[in-house]
Structures are given as structure tokens and as C-alpha cells.
T-cell receptor, first 109, second 119 residues
Framework: GQNIDQPTEMTATEGAIVQINCTYQ??????LFWYQQHAGEAPTFLSY????GLEEKGRFSSFLSRSKGYSYLLLKELQMKDSASYLC??????????FGKGTSLLVTP | NAGVTQTPKFRILKIGQSMTLQCTQD?????MYWYRQDPGMGLKLIYY???????DKGEVPNGYNVSRSTTEDFPLRLELAAPSQTSVYFC??????????????????FGPGTRLLVL
């Protein structure tokens, strides 16, 4: 698989804003997904970017820069239930998705 | 719709035993996938299928086999279980393959996972 780099852990306060960055290899790039995974559960789809720019969906937004091989997930008005692992996932050539190791976000009171 | 379902949820195997992990989806998706997730690691693709009767290897296929006799079902077979196969296994499905010009129908939807421990 192609390399995905994202921070291992982040901590933020309830009600705050947090940005999770991700870089990926651009060869054969088809699109960038963000998934949320709570401990012991399956990944669930959050967002998909294929063009440059910001996609907003409620409290969550995702940004993509294809030329820089860079994406971020922005979470606003953090809630305790947002404590989870956030997976940056690129789609490159072929059918396989390239999964990052995930960023474990801890939201504190 | 139940989405993607997997059985069993948890299983302990002895080295050398065999088992089949079941996966079913009711979304009429053509594309199905098996992943494994090891602690602290990203998901790795084991096998995938683009439709009934068609399967192909992913990144880590050794020690596994699959079949796809119907659109709904995509079982994963472990013939001779080894400790290295201790992992969490996720099945996923999508309507189209990825790279379809930015079509969200390529989004993969995951089952709840099967936790396998090989001792």
C-alpha cells in the first residue's frame, strides 16, 4: 500500500475545534476518504474528497489539496462522543484503499 | 437494510484448525472486500470481489481463500490457522469500484468485524 501519514494521537477539549492532518502519496490518486472508528467497532464513512477544496458536512469538514498530497479533517464543537480513531484513507490505482494507522482523538471535559 | 453483517463476532482457534468467516450484504453491491486490522496498524486488503464468481488477491492473501457464489455473500476461509492470523477481520462492500470519477457510490461500507484469536 501507499504511505499515509497522520498523527498518532491528539487531545482536545469539549466544545473546541481540532484539525487532523494527513499526507498521502499522489501516484494514481483517485480520492481521499475519512472514516471514524470507535474502539471495537467498524470504520464508518465521514467524508470523501476528489477535487481541491473544502467539503462541509455539519460539524465535520474535510479539505483536499491534490498538488500537495495533503488533506485535513476539521471537527468543530467537539463532543465527548467524538473520541475515536480517525482514519485517513486514499484511493489510488486499483481496487484497494490505502489506510493510515489512524489518529486517536481524545476529547476531554 | 441490515447493511453488511458478519459472523461470528469472536472466535478462538487452535493452530492448524480451519474456519470460515461469513459476510453478507443486502445493498445489492457488486464489490466486496475482506480486510484485516492488526493493533495499531491500518487495514490491509486480503481479497476482493467485483461480482459473483470473480475474486482476486489483495495485499495480504497468504493463508486465506474466498469464494463468491452470490452477490450477497463473500465468505473468507482460513485453512490452517496460524498465530499470525490473530486479528480483527472486516468485510466491506461498495456499489462501484473506487476511481469512478469521484462517484460516492464507490464508498465502502464495513461490517461490525470478527475478532479472531489463534492460540
Amino acid at each position: 500500500g501507499q504511505n499515509i501519514d497522520q498523527p498518532t494521537e491528539m487531545t482536545a477539549t469539549e466544545g473546541a475545534i481540532v484539525q487532523i492532518n494527513c499526507t498521502y502519496q499522489t501516484s494514481g490518486f483517485n480520492g481521499l476518504f475519512w472514516y471514524q472508528q470507535h474502539a471495537g467497532e467498524a470504520p464508518t464513512f465521514l467524508s470523501y474528497n476528489v477535487l481541491d477544496g473544502l467539503e462541509e458536512k455539519g460539524r465535520f469538514s474535510s479539505f483536499l489539496s491534490r498538488s500537495k498530497g495533503y488533506s485535513y479533517l476539521l471537527l468543530k464543537e467537539l463532543q465527548m462522543k467524538d473520541s475515536a480513531s480517525y482514519l485517513c484513507v486514499s484511493s489510488n490505482s486499483g481496487y484497494a484503499l490505502n489506510f493510515g494507522k489512524g489518529t486517536s482523538l481524545l476529547v476531554t471535559p | 437494510n441490515a447493511g453488511v453483517t458478519q459472523t461470528p463476532k469472536f472466535r478462538i482457534l487452535k493452530i492448524g484448525q480451519s474456519m470460515t468467516l461469513q459476510c453478507t450484504q443486502d445493498m445489492n453491491h457488486n464489490y466486496m472486500y475482506w480486510y484485516r486490522q492488526d493493533p495499531g496498524m491500518g487495514l490491509k486488503l486480503i481479497y476482493y470481489s467485483v461480482g459473483a464468481g470473480i475474486t482476486d488477491k489483495g495485499e495480504v492473501p497468504n493463508g486465506y481463500n474466498v469464494s463468491r457464489s452470490t452477490t450477497e455473500d463473500f465468505p473468507l476461509r482460513l485453512e490452517l490457522a496460524a498465530p499470525s492470523q490473530t486479528s480483527v477481520y472486516f468485510c466491506a462492500s461498495s456499489y462501484t469500484p473506487l476511481g469512478s470519477g469521484g462517484d460516492l457510490r464507490g464508498t465502502q461500507y464495513f461490517g461490525p468485524g470478527t475478532r479472531l484469536l489463534v492460540l
